[in-house]
């Protein structure tokens, strides 16, 4: 069956440094993706999503990367700010696109 | 402003005890969905509906009901709690299916 996993748990960074947090996914088939922010208290919040059909997406000061040969997923953030501190999820599609999968999520620190 | 709106924000519920999660939108998206978020567990489907007059099975369905009765409401029932369902909910809609989606701010419930 699918699944959607991170392979780091937790990271930590220093503020003003580039993040990266990533994502590695089973489906080939899949054809979206998209990257949740959850601050703590909070739902899940939408940052920026990619279709299978792109390898790499811009937003303000994020950046998706998608390499399909080998299924992962990246999310980068630039200059991290302690704004950024939160619980990161990748997302893709589920039961032929009924639904999304999420992983487990990272938590990002920004250190002072 | 335009969201959705859960309530309770928080529960204390005793064990066999019947319970009703509202959920409310106001963006007229067609899609709803709960999940339920579990240390660890990330977020997983609990029901989901594609549009009003029809709901779905997600990931953890059992001991859980949905209905959809109009586009904006998507109530989860749980009929006869048990310590399990001990959980943060998320209620979340979507434009479409497949599209990203939008969520509230959870509901703690604590079943004792």
């Known amino acids: 069956g699918e699944s959607v996993g991170l392979h780091l748990p937790t990271l930590s960074v220093q503020e003003g440094d580039n993040s990266i947090i990533n994502c590695a996914y089973s489906n080939s088939a899949s054809d979206y993706f998209i990257w949740y922010k959850q601050e703590s208290g909070k739902g899940p919040q939408f940052i920026i999503d990619i279709r299978s059909n792109m390898d790499k997406r811009q937003g303000q000061r994020v950046t998706v990367l998608l390499n399909k040969t080998v299924k992962h997923l990246s999310l980068q953030i630039a200059a991290t700010q302690p704004g950024d501190s939160a619980v990161y999820f990748c997302?893709?599609?589920?039961?032929?696109?009924?639904?999304?999968?999420f992983g487990p999520g990272t938590r990002l620190s920004v250190l002072p | 402003i335009a969201g959705i709106t859960q309530a309770p924000t928080s529960q204390i519920l005793a064990a066999g005890r019947r319970m009703t999660l509202r959920c409310t939108q106001d963006?007229?998206?067609?899609?709803m969905y709960w999940y339920r978020q579990d240390l660890g567990l990330g977020l997983r489907l609990i029901h989901y509906?594609?549009?009003?007059?029809?709901?779905g099975k997600g990931e953890v369905p059992d001991g859980y009901s949905v209905s959809r009765a109009n586009t904006d409401d998507f109530p989860l029932t749980l009929a006869s709690a048990v310590p399990s369902q001990t959980s943060v909910y998320f209620c979340?809609?979507?434009?479409?299916?497949?599209?990203?989606?939008?969520f509230g701010q959870g509901t703690r419930l604590t079943v004792v």
């Open positions: 963006m007229r998206h067609n899609a």
């Open positions: 997302a893709e599609p589920y039961n032929y696109g009924q639904n999304f999968v």
């Open positions: 509906s594609n549009t009003a007059g029809t709901t």
């Open positions: 979340a809609s979507s434009e479409t299916m497949n599209t990203e989606a939008f």
